[in-house]
């Protein structure tokens, strides 16, 4: 005997489309006002010169305007402090990057989420349940998914697999790199396509409503390892292409490993007092790019923003030995 | 088949650093050796006056590092260990190590006593008491030393294997205005003449004084212009600081280091070593193979001590890398010549194992 899912008593009076929001909450109009403005912080958390004294969250968590979130996880959780960053729609959460923790018991990404999350949802008139958030991330390094496996028993989750066929196929794509996918939250369009070059799994993320490129870590103000020259070079020339026919308000990247002075933070250090903003110019991008069509030769070539790490190997930093002498 | 290079018990590398050759004592070795004399003042029968003790030995004074150093943790910030390891190698030598998640260089400091002094080698690479408490930690180490030997006072002596490396000069000045306390300089001329070396640096030698225990203090530069290691005829340490030690060495003048390596076995040759004793651990117990630089989490650290005979592979390796940039990996040391602290070669000695030890995650 076959029996139905749902019983009478669980149909609404009203059957129909199902969604995530309660019946006093008005759907958000994400597009009324592009670039959705908002703003960055004057200064992230930046580590500590001792790290067991450092006081700070092991993630900050800075919303950039009303319906979106970047996160930074603490230099002295993990040297890499990469961003996250949480984009709220209508009926769908995204979430890019989960940071460089797996253990909950560490520090729990998943219970920082979840906060955000549940205040999104009170100041908005939205059930926690009925939103369903997607995990992906900008490219298939660990320090970009390491806390995934904290989100698996969350309710109406979903999560990108740790395979290029996994993550190609999560959104949909025939055709990685140059098919470009919209990913509709409810109300706000992010647009995805592939930005192979530091890895070959890699994807570019932009955002309808702040209008924010985010290119992970192929394009970040810091050391861009392009383990593929030719790839990268690509990725770079559809990121002009697309800053050509569609606004962007800010390009920003998973790090920052860049002084306010151009001083070079060193791989693996656990204290940036003085760290550049991690937001880069369209301005940027495109020199960078000038930069970038000069190149022939492995090697690490400055534009001003970032380092271009041509062919290096992946912790190559520019610093000598203090102390030499002759 | 080729000759293996690596001897997995002359680099200290034994499965467990807790399992000795005989864990319940070997039964062929004498009841009563030679040594023991050296510790027969440490519990005198009348406890009245002040105790003198005999530092003269035939062979290295008993002594053993039977603890782990402490490694770290995966998430720096939650690392609840002491900041400063504080080992008894003997009653009259202890071992200091720097948290590794209060510095990345978790440099090692040696406090050694005599019977008119005591002398601390190195201070550290963090200023900030609040943070590495080297002050308190040998004020309590001399206070519980002196109530053992009945001294109403103990002169102590702070010097450094190197007054410019900012891995080992940054605690010294906690010991501002501490009483009966001497300072070595920091800058290379005021050092010099500190030692009374201002004519005969690098090839001279001086001579600290602790009361029975005549630390000798050698020049050694290159890996630092400044560089110094101090030799302790008691323990028959060698204390070499950034000069040699199980880590990424950086070479600053390759003609120095050449020399100083020289140096120091013409001196091993000519005088009991038991061990050379570095400033850092940076290698892991598989040969070859260091940490990264600013790791804050070091699970599988190799030990410290260097047997006195690595400083064969040492010179050789240093007369290889002359005039050259370059990194050399050796089973127990890297050295890096004119290149980045972070350089890493593809170049791995044959004959020795090429092992990768897990990551955290």
């Given amino acids: 005997m076959v029996v139905p899912f749902a019983s009478a008593a669980l149909v609404t009076a009203e059957p129909g489309p199902q969604t995530a929001t309660t019946p006093s909450a008005e759907r958000i109009d994400f597009m009324a006002n592009v670039p959705a403005p908002g703003a960055f912080p004057g200064k992230w958390i930046c580590g500590s010169p001792s790290c067991m004294d450092n006081h700070d969250p092991p ?260 610093d000598t030995n203090p102390y030499a002498y002759s | 088949m080729p000759q293996s290079q690596y001897d997995p018990t002359l680099s200290g590398n034994q499965q467990s650093a807790t399992s000795p050759q005989y864990p319940n004592g070997n039964p062929d070795a004498s009841y009563n050796p030679a040594t023991a004399r050296n510790t027969d003042s440490c519990v005198p029968i009348h406890n009245t006056g002040e105790v003198v003790h005999n530092y003269s030995s035939n062979g290295p004074a008993p002594g053993k590092i039977a603890f782990r150093w402490l490694y770290g943790s995966n998430v720096a910030a939650l690392n609840r260990d002491p900041r400063i390891q504080a080992v008894q190698y003997n009653e009259d030598t202890y071992i200091l190590r720097q948290n590794v998640c209060v510095h990345w260089e978790a440099p090692f400091t040696y406090l050694l006593f005599g019977n008119a002094g005591a002398l601390l080698i190195d201070s550290g690479a963090t200023p900030q008491s609040a943070y590495y408490p080297l002050r308190d930690t040998v004020d309590q180490i001399i206070t519980r030393w002196s109530q053992i030997r009945r001294r109403k006072s103990v002169p102590l002596t702070v010097v450094m294997t190197s007054g410019e490396d900012i891995a080992q000069n940054q605690g010294l000045g906690q010991f501002t205005g501490r009483t009966a306390t001497t300072l070595a300089p920091k800058a290379l001329a005021e050092m010099k003449r500190f030692y009374n070396l201002g004519n005969s640096w690098p090839s001279g030698t001086a001579r600290i004084d602790l009361g029975d225990r005549i630390v000798e203090v050698i020049p050694t530069p290159g890996a630092h212009k400044d560089g110094i290691t101090f030799y302790d005829p008691y323990n028959d340490f060698l204390h070499t600081g950034d000069l040699i030690f199980p880590g990424k060495i950086n070479i600053s003048n390759d003609t120095d280091y050449v020399a100083s390596l020289q140096r120091l076995k013409h001196w091993e040759e000519t005088h009991p070593v038991k061990w050379v004793m570095g400033g850092h651990i940076e290698m892991q117990f598989v040969p070859g193979k260091a940490y990264p630089r600013f790791a804050t989490y070091k699970p599988y650290e190799r030990l410290l001590q260097l047997e006195p005979v690595l400083l064969n592979d040492a010179l050789t390796a240093a007369r290889d890398v002359v005039g050259k940039q370059m990194a050399m990996v050796r089973p127990d040391f890297v050295l890096l010549n004119g290149v980045s602290p972070d350089q890493k070669t593809s170049v791995f000695p044959s004959g020795v194992p090429n092992i990768n030890a897990p990551r955290p995650f």
Wanted: net charge negative; with cysteine.
């Fill in chain 1, 59 to 318: 993630v900050q968590v800075h919303w950039y305007n009303e319906h979106t979130a970047f996160l930074r996880q603490n230099k002295a959780y993990s040297y890499e402090a990469p961003f996250m960053h949480l984009y709220f729609g209508n009926d769908r959460i995204l979430m890019l990057d989960q940071g460089f923790t797996t253990l909950r018991t560490d520090w729990a990404l998943r219970d920082v989420v979840d906060d955000c999350i549940g205040k999104w949802c009170l100041r908005h008139g939205r059930r926690v349940e009925n939103m369903e958030l997607l995990l992906a991330f900008s490219h298939l390094h660990s320090d970009h998914y390491a806390a995934l496996n904290q989100f698996i028993d969350r309710p109406n989750t979903r999560c990108m697999g740790l395979t290029h066929e996994e993550m190609v196929g999560f959104w949909g794509m025939t055709n990685y790199p140059e098919e470009r996918v919209a990913l509709d939250l409810g109300g706000r369009n992010i647009l995805i396509w592939g930005s192979p070059g530091h890895v070959i799994s890699e994807f570019a993320y932009y955002d309808t409503s702040t209008q924010i490129l985010y290119t992970g870590d192929m394009f970040y103000r810091g050391r861009c390892y392009i383990s593929f020259w030719d790839k990268w070079f690509d990725s770079m020339t559809r990121l002009i292409d697309f800053a050509d026919t569609h606004p962007v308000a800010h390009v920003v990247g998973c790090h920052v490993e860049i002084s306010r002075t151009g001083e070079d933070y060193p791989y693996g250090v656990t204290y940036q007092p003085d760290e550049a903003p991690m937001q880069l110019t369209v301005a940027e991008l495109r020199k960078a790019y000038e930069v970038a069509k000069t190149v022939t030769r492995p090697g690490i070539y400055f534009t001003g923003s970032v380092f271009l790490c041509n062919q290096t190997r992946g912790t190559t930093t520019s």
